[in-house]
Nanobody
Framework: VQLQASGGGLVQAGGSLRLSCAAS????????MGWFRQAPGKEREFVAA????????SYADSVKGRFTISRYNTKNTLYLQMNSLKPEDTAVYYC?????????????????WGQGTQVTVSS
């Protein structure tokens, strides 16, 4: 499985960005997908996850109500719509594929990772 994240950039506080993650391989549809982020000097942290059928989602408290995760299995694509961005959202964002069909929020539950896309929010 190969994952390619895109859509990052520089945006002012209060603005929006939409991240995309294109997946290769036929196993995209069968597993939970997630977004994580890592700011300089900090550990990688969970942002959002979506089950294989898109029937369940989970969000970190810090992004709940502002970010929306979605997936289109027919296109092997994962999205993260980010609204009302804050400077503290600045980080490299990674998409990842879990080894499970269940919603899991910890880093070690994810077997495959994209290369990351930089999101910078200016105040």
């Amino acid at each position: 499985v190969q994952l390619q994240a895109s859509g990052g950039g520089l945006v002012q506080a209060g603005g929006s960005l939409r991240l995309s993650c294109a997946a290769s391989g036929r196993t995209f549809n069968d597993y939970t997908m997630g977004w994580f982020r890592q700011a300089p000097g900090k550990e990688r942290e969970f942002v959002a996850a979506i089950s294989w059928s898109a029937g369940s989602t989970s969000y970190a408290d810090s992004v709940k109500g502002r970010f929306t995760i979605s997936r289109y299995n027919t296109k092997n694509t994962l999205y993260l719509q980010m609204n009302s961005l804050k400077p503290e959202d600045t980080a490299v964002y990674y998409c990842a594929r879990s080894y499970s069909q269940f919603i899991l929020t910890y880093v070690k539950a994810y077997a495959y990772w994209g290369q990351g896309t930089q999101v910078t929010v200016s105040s």
